[in-house]
């Protein structure tokens, strides 16, 4: 029977939405899981990765990269749209608490560079054995680790255009990679360090909610946020949507714009920057109406909801995207970017977190968390070793984002620089190494680098 209507997104969205429920099914009744505290959301897609590539599910992998894509601008959408909760006199008041998330933010900009100087490094000594890979192969590693699945994405499918054969397949393994990292390294090195009593919460049992990742009916539940509207007029939540909405509008219109008036090669490249233009204009807007006077309209806990329900879904719909036939075609020069990287990325983070003035361990595992998996693994990490956020380090990775924008940025730059200005690896290398030491010597500059702690 032929059906009146196109069914195909709804239908992907709801096999999306079936490994989602199963991933937090999985997680409740699974000791290993809750062990390592994967997220619902991985479990999902990595069920769903297996039935896909076994074919006892059908459904596209443009539709998944498609959804996946959309998915990303919008959790940056809404992550600027939200508002801080914090008032300008207690920031102000608290000039110190900028230190850091500050320290957070070189590290991560020190991390990338590491990251792609391995990738690229390694990419150069397989074409030395013969073994051809594209020149920015090795950078998918900090867009899948640092960035996540979103950006490795995005990045992927515009590099395509320039050549790069399955670069969206290769970008996804490095980020589920990098999320296997976060959980399978970070999880145990968290609880190796509270048996050694680094925490400064001392040993504390995990709760059982917290295992399972389900609130029991006789638990108190945090508000998911306020209703700036009456509902007479107007549900909140469609409100908020609204205004991802209309940004993601006069984003595709700058974009367009842009695409006019620029050479080509830049143009195509544009769209692996939407996230960035997105979060820009959510950001204007937000600031625009605070100046008029409504920003009270946008409730930070409804928008958190947003951001956090789109990212849920990306991960699934990114993991499931993954060809496993193309996986296992590059597995040798994936396996060892991911390697070296993997433990380099490790030694670092552990080398600079042992030398900062407070907090050590803290800040250690929720920095580690971040610059594998994302800000969402970061925390997952801290909650191990501080279950009621008593530390200041959930605000301190929060701010971080701030401070990491302008290096971030130039670093998604540079990984487009062999493409954009026909530059040599060597050279794009070389400037990811000038990077690296720069972050590094501020580390020191601040003198957020003192004698080790543990």
């Given at each position: 029977m ?5 069914f195909e ?7 999306l939405?079936?490994?989602?429920l ?7 009744k ?8 994967m ?11 297996l ?6 599910v ?16 919008i ?7 939200t508002?801080n909760?914090?008032?300008k ?10 230190k ?15 990251q792609a100087i ?21 950078f998918l590693v900090?867009?899948?680790f640092?960035?996540?699945?979103g ?7 515009v590099?395509q ?12 393994t ?10 399978f390294?970070?999880v ?6 509270i ?12 709760p059982a ?9 006789n638990q ?17 939540l469609?409100?908020?949507t609204a ?22 090669d830049v143009a ?21 109406m605070?100046r ?8 930070p806990?409804?928008q958190?909801?947003?951001s ?25 020069p ?10 380099l ?16 361990f803290?800040?250690?595992i ?9 800000v ?27 401070f ?5 940025g ?7 620089a062999?493409?954009?200005w ?15 030491i720069?972050?590094?010597?501020l580390i ?7 004698s080790?702690?543990?």
């Amino acid at each position: 029977m032929q059906s009146p209507f196109p069914f195909e997104s709804m239908l992907v969205f709801g096999c999306l939405a079936i490994m989602l429920l199963t991933g937090v099914l999985l997680r409740s009744k699974i000791v290993f899981l809750q062990r390592f505290l994967m997220p619902s959301c991985l479990i999902g897609g990595i069920l769903g990765l297996l039935l896909l590539n076994i074919g006892l599910v059908r459904v596209p992998v443009s539709d998944l990269e498609t959804f996946a894509y959309h998915l990303f601008n919008i959790s940056f959408i809404s992550v600027g749209l939200t508002r801080n909760e914090a008032s300008k006199a207690t920031l102000k008041s608290n000039v110190h608490i900028f230190k850091a998330p500050l320290w957070m933010a070189l590290t991560q900009s020190a991390i990338f560079p590491l990251q792609a100087i391995a990738g690229g490094v390694i990419v150069g000594l397989f074409g030395i054995f013969g073994i051809e890979l594209f020149p920015t192969f090795g950078f998918l590693v900090p867009l899948g680790f640092e960035e996540g699945p979103g950006q490795a994405l995005s990045m992927g499918k515009v590099w395509q255009g320039f050549g790069f054969e399955h670069a969206t397949t290769i970008g996804l393994t490095f980020a589920a990679v990098g999320f296997f990292f976060s959980f399978f390294v970070g999880v145990p090195l968290v609880n190796w360090g509270i048996r050694k009593g680094l925490s400064a919460q001392g040993s504390k049992a995990l709760p059982a909610d917290f295992l399972t990742g389900i609130i029991s009916k006789n638990q108190h539940r945090k508000s998911a946020g306020e209703l700036p509207f009456h509902s007479s007029n107007l549900d909140s939540l469609a409100f908020h949507t609204a205004l991802v909405g209309l940004v993601y509008v006069l984003t595709y219109g700058l974009a367009k714009y842009l695409g006019l008036i620029l050479p080509s090669d830049v143009a195509s490249i544009l769209w692996g920057f939407f996230f960035i233009f997105g979060l820009g204009i959510a950001l204007g807007l937000r600031w625009l109406m605070e100046r008029v006077g409504i920003g009270h309209l946008i409730d930070p806990g409804i928008q958190r909801r947003i951001s956090g329900w789109s990212v849920d879904f990306l991960i699934v719909s990114t993991v499931m995207a993954i060809k496993l036939t193309i996986v296992w075609q590059y597995i040798l020069p994936i396996s060892a970017i991911s390697l070296v990287s993997g433990a380099l990325t490790t030694f670092m983070v552990v080398y600079l977190g042992k030398r900062i003035w407070s907090y050590n361990f803290e800040r250690t595992i929720a920095i580690y968390g971040a610059v594998t998996g994302t800000v969402s693994s970061g925390l997952l990490l801290l909650r191990i070793a501080d279950p009621d956020f008593e530390t200041p380090v959930a605000i301190d990775i929060a701010l971080m984002n701030v401070f990491s924008i302008p290096s971030i940025g130039f670093c998604l730059v540079l990984v487009n620089a062999p493409l954009w200005w026909n530059w040599s690896i060597g050279t794009t290398l070389l400037a990811f190494l000038a990077l690296m030491i720069l972050a590094l010597g501020l580390i020191r500059v601040l003198k957020f680098w003192g004698s080790p702690k543990f």
